[in-house]
């Protein structure tokens, strides 16, 4: 199996993940599911390790956090407790601490988004007269119907191509070593977009069965996206990632 090192930018940290999973399962941040906040979790810090990036040993720190907090909310509470009055008190919440964390991680994320949009602004304030950007306007309208596609939403799509070779494909008998260079499969991607001229379904890229083409078209999608050399779009939560190439955007 082919070793490959690659970090990426994207990922935040653990709190950006959690909260990234909290957004998309539409779970209210002040009573999170432990359980199934850590399942989907788990799952995710899984596919970073099938993809053989560099996860952190934060995002490994968090996960052992939420099996610990996991366990002590299936602890039953003591029988005495039960029989006296006086320690009906209400029990502190062991997701109190975590949930004071992402709370917080949000208000600065959320802050740090804002300052971003008006710098962005700021940067396109110019001294001249006003002009007709209406055409402009609907364009940019029907552009921000997709939702805006993040790199964990990239991995939950890779999370469904891992299913779908396992459960349609035996797994190989024989392994053979095959160097792969992600330069040969972003050129190989982009010929693809270039050839079609129009947005194409991001499970069509992954045509080989083996987990190093797998890997490698998925880093290479990685890759062409922090480069702004393709754009994704997805039409609503768990629909299908489409991805589209920057020429055939500026072309249109």
């Known amino acids: 199996m082919l070793e490959y090192q690659v970090k990426i930018d994207s990922f935040e940290g653990p709190l950006d993940l959690l909260l990234h999973l909290i957004n998309r399962l539409e779970i209210d941040i002040y009573d999170i599911p432990v359980a199934k906040i850590t399942e989907q979790y788990l799952l995710y810090v899984h596919t970073m390790r099938e993809l053989e990036l560099d996860v952190a040993s934060e995002y490994l720190v968090m996960a052992a956090t939420l099996l610990s907090i996991k366990s002590r909310m299936l602890l039953p509470k003591q029988e005495e407790e039960l029989f006296d009055e006086d320690l009906l008190e209400e029990e502190e919440d062991p997701r109190e601490e975590l949930i004071g964390k992402l709370i917080e991680y949000r208000k600065y994320k959320n802050a740090a988004q804002?300052?971003?949009?008006?710098?962005?602004?700021?940067?396109?304030?110019?001294?001249?007269?006003?002009?007709?950007?209406?055409?402009?306007?609907?364009?940019?309208?029907?552009?921000?119907?997709?939702?805006?596609?993040?790199?964990?939403?990239?991995?939950?799509?890779?999370?469904?191509?891992?299913?779908?070779?396992?459960?349609?494909?035996?797994?190989?008998?024989?392994?053979?070593?095959?160097?792969?260079?992600?330069?040969?499969?972003?050129?190989?991607?982009?010929?693809?977009?270039?050839?079609?001229?129009k947005?194409?379904?991001?499970?069509?890229?992954?045509?080989?069965?083996?987990?190093?083409?797998?890997?490698?078209?998925?880093?290479?999608?990685?890759?062409l996206m922090k480069n702004h050399q393709i754009m994704l779009e997805q039409e609503g939560n768990f629909e299908d990632i489409y991805i589209i190439g920057s020429e055939t955007i500026h072309d249109a």
Do not use: C, W
């Open 114 to 197: 804002e300052l971003k949009e008006r710098e962005e602004e700021r940067q396109n304030a110019f001294t001249k007269p006003p002009s007709d950007l209406s055409e402009f306007a609907k364009e940019s309208e029907a552009k921000d119907t997709n939702l805006h596609v993040t790199v964990y939403d990239m991995l939950g799509a890779f999370q469904k191509v891992l299913n779908r070779k396992k459960i349609t494909k035996p797994a190989p008998s024989k392994i053979t070593r095959q160097e792969i260079p992600i330069e040969d499969k972003m050129n190989e991607i982009m010929n693809q977009l270039r050839k079609t001229k």
């Open 199 to 223: 947005r194409t379904n991001f499970m069509t890229l992954f045509q080989h069965d083996q987990k190093e083409h797998l890997v490698v078209t998925f880093l290479a999608v990685l890759e």
